[in-house]
């Protein structure tokens, strides 16, 4: 009988990295690039960042669950209390739920205001959404209202990660930094 890895492997690891340096680099370009009194080349800089890296972020994240139905995590510590181990399980589904949100509220913000998203411009990939003030202001609200949300839930996440690593040392933390012996 096959045994359960102690931590994730290679492309779940190297899926997990992409998406989080990604994400910690979009949080503040987002931030910033709507703040008054920006110089305009800054912002327009940081606008072409923000939209096109969440198109192509949404295509990583689309693989990192596929991967992820396919290949599962590995077991937590058996002595991890219930409520963590539920509230584990409760945040990693929000994270995934917001990682998919984030890029399509911000796909039909953009579309919905008639604007570019130049990657996909450049590939050809055909305009879904009509423009419609009154979707991409809908559209704007939520994206705005799920990045709070995701900021939340990825301080909660780090801080568990951090939790595990420097307090309880129970090897939670490795299974995403390395590759841990498969016993």
């Known amino acids: 009988m096959a045994q359960e890895p102690k931590s994730y492997d290679r492309v779940a690891r190297l899926l997990h990295w992409v998406v989080a340096a990604a994400i910690l680099l979009m949080i503040p370009a987002g931030l910033v690039m709507v703040r008054d009194g920006l110089p305009r080349p800054v912002q327009d800089a940081l606008f072409f960042f923000h939209k096109n890296t969440g198109a192509a972020l949404l295509v990583v994240i689309m693989l ?18 219930n409520w963590q181990r539920k509230v584990a399980g409760l945040s990693h589904g929000l994270l995934y739920a917001l990682m998919i949100v984030m890029p399509v509220t911000g796909y039909i913000r953009v579309r919905a205001g008639g604007f570019p998203i130049e990657v996909l411009d450049a590939i050809g990939f055909p305009v879904l959404i009509p423009r419609n003030k009154a979707l991409a202001d809908t559209a704007s609200w939520l994206h705005e209202t799920a990045g709070w949300g995701l900021m939340a839930i990825l301080a909660l996440h780090i801080g568990a990660a951090l939790y595990h690593g420097l307090v309880r040392r129970d090897g939670v933390w490795g299974r995403m930094w390395r590759r841990g012996p498969r016993t």
């Open 64 to 81: 990192r669950i596929l991967w992820r139905i396919f290949h599962h995590a590995p077991p937590l510590p058996r002595d991890l209390p």
